[in-house]
């Protein structure tokens, strides 16, 4: 996603602290050490989160008796502050009381059952807080216990691990009263993500103040991309970053991984452009099911027609070349008819895949960024072909860039007559004109306007679509620093960003009206393995962790954060 001919990067506006008004707070893998100590008056159950335990049988921690003593009410020193997690809640109450920790005899109590869709998600945070008994039914919530419930109309007939439709779906109320607390959320994703805030709050502060905490997203779709085609990640690395990300509350992961470099999935379909180190499907499946388990969407992304070298070295007759015959790297001949064949097959495969739940979102990402042919000063000279083509499917005025709006197209419906629903391309995918416009239903992921001829994201709101932010001066971590790169920093994300500076260092310029969650939904940060040998993969962990926290803080909440980022850098550090 970097392009050699990239411009001079422009110089970076100076950083403030900004006016405090919000707490926050961070959890995931890189920060999975022991819990701190907590002086409590009984003995304190508190012990580290075992990742492996994500993929344990529902039921398999739990005990449906009630444990010695557990009436009685136990005795801590009392939850002072606020909440102190990443990203901070939205707003809590404060009420008189000692709060809630974790004590012996504690309890998470289901009232709705071993088999209802939140069994999981109570077990896994009776497991984050060192192993606490679940039980289930009509029990009585003693002194000590989470209580933990769905809440709304048809709460009980919801399908589990669904992920959330809107920003409202994952909202989550957690009530601390008399030793006692209480998580309930419309949905079994509001309730995961109460049971982070518990997680990160025992581990920050041993426990949760007395009160009220309603928390809610400030936008819907929050996330990180990882290139895993340039350099390849291991299944472990991915299941890491993964929970990781669902410890922060984000909720999509995007997995670029056909590009120049590599093939990195197996094909059954093609099995000669599949790269030496990859990922097998059954490893891809386990992939896709933590992430599911954890209320987060894997968004799969092919990249065509650009980005294809790896495949195409196995179909030179589809490479694209120039006038003078020279072949183009990475890029593939659109005018010709077998193109499409070969990257339909491929589609094809990988969409069923990557399988969506019934009802849920099915994404899909196109790519579309960075055709060569219209990196060109005169591509109709230098692609006599495609003009060809262009004239002859659009007229005698076609161009380039409407036989490639046609191209990606065609593979939307591809992809969409296999079920996906949410499609998405690169903002350097989509072109203007009278002829052929980019299917209206899909999204614009932009990441760059730097490079001539780039449109504003705003002339794309002001036409009606919807834009992700992708911002490649704030949220892209490309190895090596190539073109002008420079790693991004959590402070500078957490300072000087939110999800309306879409490009360069400015909130889009357009009414407030197209500026909502429905408009630009989120933002994800992006990892581009461009120099692959440049950082190891425990590098590459440690340089992202601070940036996905800020990041996580942003698209959560849209107030000013309240902590310094000395503070909010010390809280992550510190949960």
Same mark, same amino acid.
């Given at each position: 996603?970097?392009?050699?001919?990239?411009?001079?990067?422009?110089?970076?506006?100076?950083?403030?602290?900004?006016?405090?008004?919000?707490?926050?707070?961070?959890?995931?893998?890189?920060?999975?050490?022991?819990?701190?100590?907590?002086?409590?008056?009984?003995?304190?159950?508190?012990?580290?989160?075992?990742?492996?335990?994500?993929?344990?049988?529902?039921?398999?921690?739990?005990?449906?008796?009630?444990?010695?003593?557990?009436? =009685?009410?136990?005795?801590?020193?009392?939850?002072? *502050? %606020?909440?102190? &997690?990443?990203? !901070? @809640? #939205?707003?809590?109450?404060?009420?008189?009381?000692?709060?809630?920790?974790?004590?012996?005899?504690?309890?998470?109590?289901?009232?709705?059952?071993?088999?209802?869709?939140?069994?999981?998600?109570?077990?896994?945070?009776?497991?984050?807080?060192?192993?606490?008994?679940?039980?289930?039914?009509?029990?009585?919530?003693?002194?000590?216990?989470?209580?933990?419930?769905?809440?709304?109309?048809?709460?009980?007939?919801?399908?589990?691990?669904?992920?959330?439709?809107?920003?409202?779906?994952?909202?989550?109320?957690?009530?601390?009263?008399?030793?006692?607390?209480?998580?309930? =959320?419309?949905?079994?994703?509001?309730?995961?993500? *109460? %049971?982070?805030? &518990?997680?990160? !709050? @025992? #581990?920050?502060?041993?426990?949760?103040?007395?009160?009220?905490?309603?928390?809610?997203?400030?936008?819907?779709?929050?996330?990180?991309?990882?290139?895993?085609?340039?350099?390849?990640?291991?299944?472990?690395?991915?299941?890491?970053?993964?929970?990781?990300?669902?410890?922060?509350?984000?909720?999509?992961?995007?997995?670029?991984?056909?590009?120049?470099?590599?093939?990195?999935?197996?094909?059954?379909?093609?099995?000669?452009?599949?790269?030496?180190?990859?990922?097998?499907?059954?490893?891809?499946?386990?992939?896709?099911?933590?992430?599911?388990?954890?209320?987060?969407?894997?968004?799969?992304?092919?990249?065509?027609?650009?980005?294809?070298?790896? &495949?195409?070295?196995?179909?030179?007759?589809?490479?694209?070349?120039?006038?003078?015959?020279?072949?183009?790297?990475?890029?593939?001949?659109?005018?010709?008819?077998?193109?499409?064949?070969?990257?339909?097959?491929?589609?094809?495969?990988?969409?069923?895949?990557?399988?969506?739940?019934?009802?849920?979102?099915?994404?899909?990402?196109?790519?579309?960024?960075?055709?060569?042919?219209?990196?060109?000063?005169?591509?109709?000279?230098?692609?006599?072909?495609?003009?060809?083509?262009?004239?002859?499917?659009?007229?005698?005025?076609?161009?380039?860039?409407?036989?490639?709006?046609?191209?990606?197209?065609?593979?939307?419906?591809?992809?969409?007559?296999?079920?996906?629903?949410?499609?998405?391309?690169?903002?350097?995918?989509?072109?203007?004109?009278?002829?052929?416009?980019?299917?209206?239903?899909?999204?614009?992921?932009?990441?760059?306007?730097?490079?001539?001829?780039?449109?504003?994201?705003?002339?794309?709101?002001?036409?009606?679509?919807?834009?992700?932010?992708?911002?490649?001066?704030?949220?892209?971590?490309?190895?090596?620093?190539?073109?002008?790169?420079?790693?991004?920093?959590?402070?500078?994300?957490?300072?000087?960003?939110?999800?309306?500076?879409?490009?360069?260092?400015?909130?889009?310029?357009?009414?407030?009206?197209?500026?909502?969650?429905?408009?630009?939904?989120?933002?994800?940060?992006?990892?581009?393995?461009?120099?692959?040998?440049?950082?190891?993969?425990?590098?590459?962990?440690?340089?992202?962790?601070?940036?996905?926290?800020?990041?996580?803080?942003?698209?959560?909440?849209?107030?000013?954060?309240?902590?310094?980022?000395?503070?909010?850098?010390?809280?992550?550090?510190?949960?």
């Amino acid at each position: 996603m970097s392009n050699p001919m990239r411009p001079p990067r422009a110089p970076r506006p100076s950083a403030s602290l900004r006016p405090a008004t919000t707490p926050a707070r961070r959890s995931g893998p890189a920060a999975r050490s022991a819990l701190p100590a907590v002086a409590l008056a009984g003995a304190l159950l508190l012990a580290g989160c075992s990742d492996a335990a994500d993929t344990e049988p529902p039921g398999s921690t739990s005990a449906k008796v009630n444990p010695p003593g557990a009436g =009685a009410t136990p005795t801590w020193a009392p939850v002072t *502050g %606020t909440p102190q &997690v990443i990203p !901070a @809640v #939205r707003d809590f109450r404060r009420a008189d009381g000692r709060g809630w920790r974790p004590s012996k005899g504690a309890r998470v109590v289901v009232p709705a059952g071993e088999k209802s869709n939140v069994a999981d998600e109570a077990q896994r945070m009776a497991r984050d807080l060192g192993g606490l008994t679940v039980v289930y039914g009509d029990q009585t919530v003693q002194p000590g216990d989470i209580e933990v419930k769905l809440s709304g109309k048809g709460s009980a007939d919801q399908a589990d691990n669904v992920p959330a439709g809107s920003a409202a779906d994952e909202a989550y109320t957690l009530t601390a009263d008399n030793t006692r607390l209480t998580l309930t =959320a419309p949905t079994d994703a509001g309730i995961f993500y *109460g %049971t982070r805030t &518990v997680k990160q !709050a @025992v #581990r920050a502060a041993g426990g949760l103040p007395e009160g009220t905490i309603q928390d809610r997203p400030g936008r819907p779709q929050r996330g990180m991309s990882l290139d895993n085609a340039r350099k390849p990640y291991t299944q472990d690395w991915i299941e890491a970053r993964i929970r990781e990300i669902a410890d922060l509350k984000l909720n999509q992961f995007q997995l670029h991984f056909s590009d120049d470099q590599g093939f990195r999935i197996q094909s059954d379909t093609h099995p000669e452009i599949v790269s030496a180190d990859h990922l097998t499907k059954a490893q891809v499946r386990q992939i896709i099911a933590l992430a599911r388990s954890l209320h987060i969407s894997v968004v799969p992304e092919l990249d065509s027609p650009g980005h294809l070298g790896a &495949v195409l070295a196995h179909y030179p007759q589809l490479q694209l070349r120039n006038a003078q015959g020279r072949v183009i790297p990475g890029a593939i001949d659109i005018s010709n008819p077998k193109s499409a064949q070969l990257i339909d097959s491929l589609l094809r495969e990988f969409s069923d895949l990557f399988t969506n739940p019934e009802g849920a979102p099915a994404y899909w990402h196109l790519g579309g960024d960075e055709y060569q042919a219209l990196m060109s000063s005169s591509p109709s000279t230098k692609y006599p072909q495609l003009a060809q083509a262009a004239r002859a499917k659009y007229g005698p005025n076609g161009t380039i860039e409407d036989l490639t709006t046609g191209w990606l197209n065609d593979r939307q419906k591809t992809v969409q007559a296999k079920g996906k629903n949410r499609i998405e391309a690169w903002n350097d995918g989509f072109f203007s004109s009278p002829r052929v416009s980019p299917d209206k239903n899909r999204m614009v992921d932009y990441w760059t306007g730097k490079e001539a001829g780039h449109r504003d994201p705003s002339s794309f709101l002001r036409e009606g679509r919807n834009v992700m932010n992708f911002n490649d001066e704030y949220l892209y971590y490309v190895l090596g620093e190539p073109n002008q790169f420079v790693y991004p920093t959590g402070q500078r994300i957490y300072e000087s960003w939110t999800p309306l500076v879409i490009r360069g260092t400015q909130p889009v310029a357009v009414p407030a009206g197209m500026t909502g969650p429905d408009r630009i939904p989120g933002a994800r940060f992006a990892i581009w393995s461009d120099r692959a040998q440049a950082q190891t993969q425990a590098q590459v962990a440690a340089g992202i962790r601070l940036p996905l926290a800020a990041l996580a803080q942003k698209t959560w909440d849209p107030r000013t954060p309240a902590l310094s980022w000395t503070s909010f850098k010390a809280l992550a550090n510190r949960v």
